[in-house]
């Protein structure tokens, strides 16, 4: 999984370089380099999803890992912004598979509480990339040029194959499995949708998530551009990412007592006051206020997102680990395309100040919260 955040923060402090070699100088359309990889990371999950279901997990990573590769390549040769977002979906199709091949196999070991338990240490070590990444990135790219940013990918994806193949076993027994047709994903589409307690996660993963990739895209705009904090981005990225990460870390060793619905709904309580009091406080300000203002704010909502990711996925899953793959799959498929139109909006609106990814932040989380009452309210499972 965590190669699928090095594709993404290794070439956020590049994407200006990239921009002039394939023709664009707008900021926002270099965003789309960012972006555009979440909606591969939506759309490949329904094919491998399935595939897993009937062929194994195994398999599916390893062709997941070659689509990564071929996909690369045509990045490192695109000619223009077209061709390169054309790569970057293919990268995130390939990448979709060991993404979402892994909580399925999470799910094939584990249920209920320990599941999520589970998924956060999976995910502290998935966020040590994002702490790292940005910084090698720039190093590369201070000492080479962007195009072994994509190279340095290549070989990291391929010594995780090694590893993946010589250290994890395949959790998913053939007298398990599932003969695959799209008859099988129209089921578990079908299965999926009759649990409305995974169906309102997901929707709730996909906001939170789309207003978090808003970030993720306008990061390096934001800290390079508007504040002019070049040679710092890479260690203010890693320090935000510190704060997701801990909290991960935190929700590992507590979901067990508090369980998971209540750590989302504390969590999503804390994203919308943070976001919301940034609104109320800089709405009528024309400028940014100082880094450490923005820092903390950006801390506070990172902080809450790393007891939301997790369980949120673990929640959506948990009704549906009868057909652990066909779920993984539209589950994430829905959350990622509704997160890339939702990010796609408000990053266009991210030109002068960080303002506009607050009121993402305070909109998104106002709606989780209503869904969130909702499932409730329902008490359905």
Request: charged residues 10%; hydrophobic residues 55%; glycine residues 8%.
């Amino acid at each position: 999984m965590s190669v699928v955040a090095l594709a993404i923060d290794a070439l956020l402090p590049a994407l200006d370089f990239i921009g002039v070699s394939i023709g664009t100088h707008d900021a926002t359309e270099n965003q789309l380099i960012i972006s555009m990889i979440f909606l591969g990371l939506g759309i490949g999950p329904l094919v491998f999803g399935p595939l897993s279901d009937s062929l194994g997990r195994k398999p599916i990573v390893y062709l997941g890992f070659l689509l990564f590769v071929i996909a690369s390549f045509i990045c490192l040769n695109a000619p223009n912004l077209e061709v390169m977002i054309a790569g970057r979906i293919l990268q995130g199709m390939g990448l979709s598979a060991p993404r979402t091949i892994s909580i399925a196999m999470i799910r094939d070991s584990y249920s209920g509480d320990y599941m999520a338990r589970i998924m956060s240490f999976v995910t502290v070590i998935f966020l040590l990339v994002p702490i790292m990444a940005p910084a090698m990135g720039k190093f590369i790219l201070d000492h080479y040029s962007w195009k072994a940013i994509f190279y340095s990918q290549l070989l990291l994806s391929l010594l995780v194959s090694l590893w993946f193949w010589r250290r994890q076993p395949e959790t998913l027994p053939p007298w398990k499995r599932i003969k695959f047709s799209w008859k099988l994903f129209m089921d578990g589409l079908k299965e999926v949708i009759k649990f409305k307690a995974t169906i309102g996660y997901t929707l709730i993963s996909g906001f939170i998530t789309g207003s978090f990739i808003v970030y993720l895209s306008a990061s390096q705009h934001i800290f390079q551009q508007q504040y002019g904090l070049v040679d710092e981005f890479p260690f203010i990225f890693a320090g935000l990412a510190i704060s997701i990460g801990t909290a991960t870390f935190l929700n590992g060793s507590i979901v067990l007592r508090l369980g998971m619905k209540r750590l989302v709904s504390i969590a999503l309580l804390l994203y919308f006051i943070a976001s919301f009091l940034y609104v109320l406080l800089f709405f009528t300000s024309e400028n940014n206020p100082s880094v450490g203002v923005l820092l903390t704010f950006f801390a506070v909502q990172f902080f809450a997102v790393g007891f939301l990711f997790g369980n949120l996925r673990a929640l959506a899953m948990q009704p549906v680990g009868h057909i652990a793959g066909v779920g993984a799959a539209i589950t994430g498929f829905i959350s990622t395309i509704m997160a890339v139109p939702i990010s796609t909006f408000i990053g266009h609106y991210v030109s002068d100040t960080a303002l506009p990814i607050f009121i993402g932040f305070s909109i998104s989380s106002i709606i989780s919260i209503g869904i969130f009452a909702y499932i409730s309210k329902r008490k359905y499972e």
